[in-house]
């Protein structure tokens, strides 16, 4: 499979109920959804009504009456029964009336056609001819849930274990042959029949009263505390757990929702379903509703573009992420700054560049131009040769990363100790020459590489020839000046910056580099080959050679993807992904050539699960070679559309182990998470990492627009 037309898909979205500002209102026990899409629901706090196309949340019972609500039902009449901590009520009309005969507090309610039934700590009781009378079960007090089946025949869910009443009278199943153990919570019929058993340990699923199946973190379920089971009416069977929802499809498969990007709280209580499938989730701490929605990719690129130009882009055309004053709050964002700004700016210009070499659109050319024009800009305005800037803010702005600061002399030394190339920069933002702007010094290699790389795809795929003297007398600076400083980045103070060395001296003679040696030499490799190409000024071609015969830094390149664990980073993979296609395409030895080919193979190649597709696209361009094709597009199509940087914790989580792989210093997780469970995406983070995610942040949808427009123009997405 190389190229996939951009067929419907379905796109899950999460909206958050919050019913009121006291705690025990938001504390939801139960929930059903009426025909017309009415929500009701029971809550710590009492009872409350959303009907269908209002967010407001009606009380139900007021005053004296008002207490801890259960469980509510509808009734195949319209009517509405409320279990409550003073017993039954119902609502019929707008009118409530209390229920004579059920002894209060009445916990559970459940209901078919022709019978209803009210359980609670005192016992059942069953609707006849409009009168509540008691049915004598010996059942457990302990009742969590009760459902009627095909048959009409009642199931009750206890502490104590499950319970059936049918035409041979009462039984009870309990033991470990019989469910998973005999904390039973949570009921609910298949649609092949099969009666599924939510409660302590996992998921017990039985047919003609045998014990078929069970389900545990095993099988996929994010915990043992499963609380509640609804099937929905596409079939898939919901299991709602404290550790979010995991879904059971009909062709085996299985996928987790968790975090609050998709619920209000990991705590599930019990599951409803409106007419248009959509799940009324009640949670511990307010209701989800999880919708889906019919999209084509090319729908989803323009929501995402919208997002982009609304909210990310930034005087004087800085693409950036956005501080929430109120966490995961949309309404309160203010743009804010990064320290890698110039090169996340960079990844725009690349998509803006795709976006116009399939369009040809002028838009996209003339956004290309002004990303550019940022990127320019960071050079100018510090005023000195050969330094630009990390980033810039208005000269008025008071909020900023990482602010100037001094050192103590104590601070100095446990700086020094702790990582002797620390260097600390005190004054790291300056205010501009012309008092515009304040600029952020202190550039590191990533900047650098972020940099050359998006003049490199503006150049190929959308610059014109009067855009490409631009860029050929701005790159020829930059490299002019690594030149001129033994291949460092200078800063204002003389020094090189934190991060900014290529230079022999240091990668090949002073050991605290040994861990940058084979990524730096390559990076360094990759800038002059461009530089050198496009200005056609064979100095740099010179430098180049000399660096691969008397320093050895083709030989430094050649353990890229074989570096000591303690040296590998994930960042390091997408810094190699931006670098490559420089490298194939102007390379023209064929020695070196094949040298950097087979480089590129086996790094692509250890990327086994395609999860970075940056990567897998810059691979598949360099070289020719479609790759993880498969991977690519189902990220595209299962990116939540909400781009709040929520926290995503799969620590809590029971059926992933922690571990210490793909990198030997971080807590990761043993399974690549989908997309819908991943922190959302910067393709330098590691998305096996165990916890991700600042809710005070909206990252912006390049991450998804940029490898869009470069698999459009590959031809691996066909309109």
């Known amino acids: 499979m190389y190229t996939v037309k951009d067929e419907p898909f379905i796109q899950e979205t999460h909206e958050a109920f919050f019913i009121s500002e006291d705690e025990a209102d938001n504390e939801v026990r139960d929930i059903v959804v009426s025909q017309e899409g009415d929500v009701w629901i029971a809550t710590k706090g009492g009872f409350f009504l959303k009907k269908s196309g209002s967010k407001i949340w009606e009380p139900i019972i007021s005053g004296g009456n008002r207490g801890p609500g259960y469980a509510v039902?509808?009734?195949?009449?319209?009517?509405?029964?409320?279990?409550a901590w003073d017993g039954l009520y119902k609502y019929d009309h707008g009118e409530i009336s209390k229920q004579e005969g059920p002894k209060a507090p009445i916990s559970v309610l459940t209901s078919n056609a022709t019978n209803s039934y009210v359980l609670g700590p005192n016992g059942v009781w069953k609707e006849e001819n409009a009168v509540w009378l008691k049915e004598g079960l010996d059942v457990a007090m302990s009742i969590r849930d009760a459902i009627l089946d095909e048959s009409g025949d009642l199931w009750?869910?206890?502490?104590?274990?499950?319970?059936?009443?049918?035409?041979?009278?009462?039984?009870?199943?309990?033991?470990t042959d019989e469910l998973i153990s005999s904390y039973a919570k949570g009921l609910a019929m298949s649609p092949e029949g099969q009666i599924w058993v939510a409660g302590l340990g996992g998921v017990s699923i039985r047919e003609n009263h045998k014990l078929v199946k069970t389900l545990s973190p095993k099988e996929g379920l994010s915990t043992i505390y499963t609380n509640t089971v609804s099937s929905s009416p596409d079939g898939?069977?919901?299991v709602g757990t404290q550790v979010g929802v995991v879904r059971y499809y009909p062709d085996g498969s299985h996928s987790l929702l968790f975090s609050r990007r998709w619920l209000t709280d990991d705590a599930v209580n019990q599951i409803a379903f409106d007419a248009d499938g959509n799940a009324w989730i009640a949670t511990q701490n307010g209701?989800?509703?999880?919708?889906?929605?019919?999209?084509?990719?090319?729908?989803?690129?323009?929501?995402?573009?919208?997002?982009?130009?609304?909210?990310?882009?930034?005087d004087p055309w800085i693409c950036g992420v956005l501080?929430?004053?109120?966490?995961?709050?949309?309404?309160?964002?203010?743009?804010?700054?990064?320290?890698?700004?110039?090169?996340?700016?960079?990844?725009?210009?690349?998509?803006?560049?795709?976006?116009?070499a399939v369009t040809k659109d002028p838009d996209a050319l003339e956004k290309a131009r002004k990303a550019f024009g940022f990127l320019s800009l960071l050079y100018e305005v510090t005023g000195i040769d050969g330094v630009f800037a990390r980033t810039i803010v208005p000269a008025d702005w008071t909020e900023l990363h990482d602010p100037n600061r001094s050192y103590t002399d104590r601070q100095?030394?446990?700086?020094?100790?702790?990582?002797?190339?620390?260097?600390?920069?005190?004054?790291?933002?300056?205010?501009?020459?012309?008092?515009?702007?304040?600029?952020?010094?202190?550039?590191?290699?990533?900047?650098?590489?972020?940099?050359?790389?998006?003049?490199?795809?503006?150049y190929e795929y959308a610059a014109t020839e009067e855009d490409k003297v631009k860029i050929r007398a701005h790159v020829s600076k930059l490299m002019d000046a690594l030149i001129r400083n033994d291949f460092n980045f200078i800063d204002i103070d003389g020094t090189h910056t934190r991060w900014g060395v290529w230079s022999p001296e240091e990668l090949n003679r002073n050991p605290d580099w040994s861990s940058e040696r084979s990524l730096n030499s390559l990076e360094l490799l990759a800038f002059l080959k461009f530089t050198g190409a496009i200005t056609g000024d064979e100095k740099y071609e010179k430098v180049y050679r000399k660096l691969i015969d008397e320093e050895g830094y083709l030989k430094n390149s050649a353990d890229l993807n074989h570096k000591n664990?303690?040296?590998?980073?994930?960042?390091?993979?997408?810094?190699?992904?931006?670098?490559?296609?420089m490298l194939l395409k102007y390379e023209q030895d064929s020695e070196i050539k094949k040298f950097y080919r087979d480089l590129a193979d086996e790094w692509i190649e250890e990327q086994k699960y395609g999860e970075n597709l940056i990567n897998n696209l810059a691979y598949s361009l360099a070289t020719g070679q479609k790759v993880n094709v498969e991977q690519t597009i189902s990220f595209l199509r299962e990116t939540p559309l909400d781009l709040i940087d929520w926290r995503i914790d799969h620590t809590v989580r029971e059926d992933v182990d922690l571990v210490h792989e793909p990198i030997l210093e971080e807590l990761q997780i043993s399974e690549l998470p989908p997309p819908a469970i991943r922190a959302t995406v910067r393709w330098d983070k590691n998305p096996w990492a165990a916890i991700q995610g600042n809710p005070y942040q909206v990252r912006e949808p390049v991450f998804w627009l940029w490898p869009y427009w470069m698999a459009r123009y590959l031809e691996i997405i066909e309109e």
């Open 565 to 581: 664990p303690a040296w590998k980073i994930y960042f390091d993979l997408t810094m190699e992904g931006y670098i490559f296609p």
């Open 323 to 356: 501080r929430l004053e109120v966490p995961g709050d949309i309404s309160t964002w203010k743009n804010s700054d990064d320290d890698n700004d110039g090169e996340y700016t960079g990844g725009y210009l690349v998509m803006e560049s795709f976006r116009y």
């Open 412 to 458: 100095l030394a446990e700086s020094l100790v702790n990582d002797p190339r620390y260097k600390p920069v005190e004054v790291r933002w300056r205010k501009s020459e012309d008092g515009n702007w304040l600029w952020k010094g202190d550039t590191s290699s990533d900047e650098m590489v972020g940099h050359f790389m998006s003049y490199f795809y503006f």
């Open 156 to 175: 009750i869910a206890t502490d104590a274990g499950l319970y059936f009443q049918g035409a041979q009278g009462l039984q009870l199943f309990q033991s």
């Open 236 to 238: 898939v069977m919901w």
């Open 287 to 314: 209701v989800s509703k999880i919708s889906k929605t019919e999209m084509t990719l090319k729908e989803k690129e323009s929501y995402f573009y919208s997002e982009l130009m609304d909210k990310h882009i930034r």
């Open 73 to 83: 039902e509808i009734l195949e009449s319209g009517e509405v029964l409320l279990g």
